[in-house]
């Protein structure tokens, strides 16, 4: 496919008033998030069915014309797997994407199991991807050969992609179920993970005491710092089993971080004195002043509910076969837990807890009034 460089407003103003006469078009984002504390769009390849573009972020000043398309309603915007790019593209220019259709969320309704854009992109058109670019530091100017034809390549292939997967879901009578999917997507926005207390984002902290609590958010806090100053991610300063190791044992000698493998060597040398006045700080809190989990307030599950819930999963499992689609995509057990509890009588009142989809109630809403009624009767 042929590909042109965008690096100026006035070629991007040209080519958007192009591709707002197309009917589809492929879209798709490349980010410096392994490489950099704050992470941003470093790459964005727009495709028509002929031919891709590649925009500069770096050396475009005014994008309007680019969120347009986006915006645009009339224009289908093939993405896969989109909530980064969503994300991303609301967080560097509060963007919105309107009329969105996303493969990998397509391929869901189609029980395709290896949904990833490399499996379908060698299942469809025999093409092989490697993913060794994703790692790959997409801020660098010049950006190397083979990254430019990696960028090229994914998302030259999104419309064609689209046109196989809309025909079957249309034939499949599931197009309308995936369509609602595709709009709660675009209502999706960017989050900033670095809002204390930081251990709330933190797996596993719900299962710590107050103390290692306190020792966790000193060591997330010091981490952030440091990556900031950085200007590095996270992950490559200290890995989170390093911190969740130090928060549990609470070593306060940098000998006992590396008798328990917490840090390596190189990181003793230069974190592992600041490792440890976070650790002893927390370890001198007064008991008052330690920090608590937020407990999320759920209703007791009497032995009715839980019946509810061991037989719903019993429907979805029967009905996921049947209908092919995967469990926790046809119904999650968060919803579940939900339904067993609200116990609703009709398709109606099953629309009524939150996070139930139309789609859903269509595909499975009376196994579910009749699984929750066998209990009643």
Known sequence: MNYKFIGSDTELKSVCENLLKEKVIGVDLEADSMHCFKEKICLIQVASAKEAFLIDPFEIKDASPFLNVLENNDVIKVFHGSDFDIRSLDRDYTAKVNNLFDTEIASRFLGIKERGLAALLKKNFNVDVDKKFQK???????????????????????????????????????????????????????ENNHMSPLFRKFKGAGKMDNRSLAALENLLQLRLLIASRKDQPLFKVLSNSS??????????????????????????????????????????????????????????????????????????????????????????????????????????????????????VEAIGENIILTLGCLRS
């Not at 493998?261 to 330690?290: F, P, S, W």
Request: glycine fraction near 6%.
């Open 136 to 190: 790959k530091d997409w801020a660098k100017r010049p950006l190397e050969s083979d990254m430019i034809e990696y960028s090229v390549g994914d998302v030259k292939y999104l419309v064609k992609l689209h046109e196989i997967i809309h025909g079957r879901l249309v034939e499949n009578g599931r197009y309308h179920w995936a369509k609602e999917e595709f709009e709660l997507q675009e209502k999706v926005r960017y």
């Open 243 to 360: 911190l969740m190791t130090m928060a549990m044992e609470k070593p306060v000698t940098i000998d006992k971080m590396l008798g328990i493998r917490a840090l390596t060597r190189k990181q003793a040398d230069m974190y592992g004195k600041l490792c440890v006045k976070a650790i002893v700080k927390a370890v001198n809190l007064e008991h008052k002043a330690l920090p608590s989990y937020p407990k999320i307030k759920r209703p007791g599950k009497d032995i009715l509910v839980l019946k509810r819930i061991e037989n719903l999963k019993i429907m979805r499992e029967k009905q996921s076969r049947s209908i092919g689609i995967e469990p926790g995509f046809l119904l999650n057990n968060a919803l579940i837990g939900s339904i067993a509890f609200k116990n609703p009588a009709t398709p109606e009142d099953l629309l009524k807890i939150d996070n139930v989809r139309h789609w859903q």
